[in-house]
């Protein structure tokens, strides 16, 4: 089984669906991270979460909320989907801890398509 | 402003050569990472780095810290090295990344 596991792999959706993507990790690592990736753009952070209580915004964070479920848990949801928000997902875990340099594990990613 | 800047954006080897991919950064970091990314999306890391030198295979990576520079080298490139190569950079708290270096080495 993959360390970080995304779910659905790939999605099609309407205009105004809410959409959740989920992201579940054996890891055991505190911090979760969702990213949005687009051709030529690089990666772009949306929220970040260094524990189950610390959920932070990151650089796009509109349009998108995030919930930790658990400690292996990360779901971003898009209450009301638009064709912007069309993309390729990643959710990503580190064990990185305060001025400690972590490795970086992803998952597959998640396609996502509104129409 | 781009923390990561990475070049070229595009390159095109035959098989057999010696590929080098740059980045540079901008801000402070605990440690630089290297990733690969096939078609078809998922994304590995190669290397995490925080000074010198590290080799696997036939992957080199070099960081200079007071220059805020770092290089991939891939020596003897293989068809199957084509994908993208990703430059991140670990900021204490968030990672900042490169926009990539798509490469393709042709047989």
């Known amino acids: 089984d993959a360390d970080v596991t995304q779910t659905p792999r790939n999605r099609i959706t309407k205009t105004g669906k809410r959409i959740m993507l989920e992201c579940s990790q054996t890891k055991g690592h505190d911090r979760m991270y969702w990213y949005r990736q687009d051709p030529g753009l690089g990666l772009r952070l949306i929220y970040y979460s260094f524990d189950v209580k610390d959920i932070n915004k990151g650089e796009i964070s509109d349009g998108y909320s995030v919930s930790r479920q658990a400690q292996a848990k990360f779901s971003l949801s898009l209450e009301s989907a638009i064709p912007n928000q069309t993309a390729l997902y990643f959710c990503a875990t580190s064990d990185m801890g305060r001025g400690r340099a972590g490795e970086l594990f992803f998952g597959e990613g998640s396609r996502l398509t509104v129409l | 402003k781009n923390e990561v800047e990475q070049s070229p954006q595009n390159l095109t080897a035959q098989e057999g050569e010696f590929i080098t991919i740059n980045c540079s950064y901008s801000v402070g970091i605990s440690a630089l990472h290297w990733l690969q990314q096939h078609p078809g999306g998922g994304i590995v890391s190669l290397f995490m780095?925080?000074?010198g030198k590290k080799k696997h295979g036939r992957l080199i990576a070099t960081i200079n810290i007071q220059e805020k520079h770092s290089s991939l080298h891939i020596t003897a490139s293989h068809p199957r090295d084509s994908a993208v190569y990703i430059c991140a950079v670990d900021n204490f708290n968030k990672f900042y990344f490169g926009s990539g270096t798509k490469l393709n080495v042709k047989p």
């Open positions: 780095l925080s000074s």
